[in-house]
């Protein structure tokens, strides 16, 4: 079955840096749009990234310039470096795994940002 595990996610004072990784299995990873969402407490889910099957990328104004997102189909693996992190970063993190009409989450990891 598909899975997407992500990991990296912790505690972190603001202006610092960390690095967001999701392994994916069952699936053909390197046709996938992959993506990053984010979730607040009381905030509904939005969408940080995407990167296309042929690197295109995309971004949310509110990480624009601070959050890069990047893949590498050979670890079956999609990144976020979230650089210069605010408070307001402060969330559950989820990638998306999507092609067509098939459409998959991960678990999620949490990232705080505070001193």
């Known amino acids: 079955q598909v899975q997407l595990v992500e990991s990296g996610g912790g505690l972190v004072q603001p202006g610092g840096s960390l690095r967001l990784s999701c392994v994916a299995s069952?699936?053909?990873?390197?046709?996938?749009?992959m993506s990053w969402y984010r979730q607040a407490p009381g905030k509904e889910r939005e969408l940080v990234a995407t990167?296309?099957?042929?690197?295109?990328?995309n971004y949310a104004a509110s990480v624009k310039g601070r959050f890069t997102i990047s893949r590498d189909n050979a670890k079956n693996t999609v990144y976020l470096q979230m650089n210069s992190l605010k408070p307001d970063d402060t969330a559950v993190y989820y990638c998306?795994?999507?092609?067509?009409?098939?459409?998959?989450w991960g678990q999620g990891t949490q990232v705080t940002v505070s001193r």
């Open positions: 998306k795994a999507v092609l067509f009409a098939r459409a998959y």
């Open positions: 069952g699936l053909a990873f390197s046709n996938y749009v």
């Open positions: 990167i296309t099957k042929n690197d295109g990328t």
